[in-house]
């Protein structure tokens, strides 16, 4: 996926770890892992709203676009 999941560094500069920052947002610890380790497949507005606000943080801050390469074809 061309989308990478920066969470874990915006939590650190933060000071911040998952079960805080899970309850503060109001989703399960579990769900937020999920996020934190870039394996979600879509994540709602509100949440993303949401952990921005107790971050204080801006989407793109946790979001970033990674062109993926493609191999050549033969």
Request: proline share 4%; with cysteine.
């Amino acid at each position: 996926m061309a989308i990478v999941v920066n969470l874990q560094a915006v939590m650190s500069k933060r000071g911040i770890g998952l079960l805080e920052l899970s309850k503060q947002v109001g989703i399960t610890p579990a769900n937020m892992s999920i996020l934190k380790n870039n394996r979600a497949r879509a994540v709602r507005f509100s949440t993303l709203d949401k952990v921005c606000e107790v971050l204080d943080c801006q989407p793109g801050d946790i979001l970033e676009y990674k062109k993926e390469e493609q191999e050549p074809e033969e």
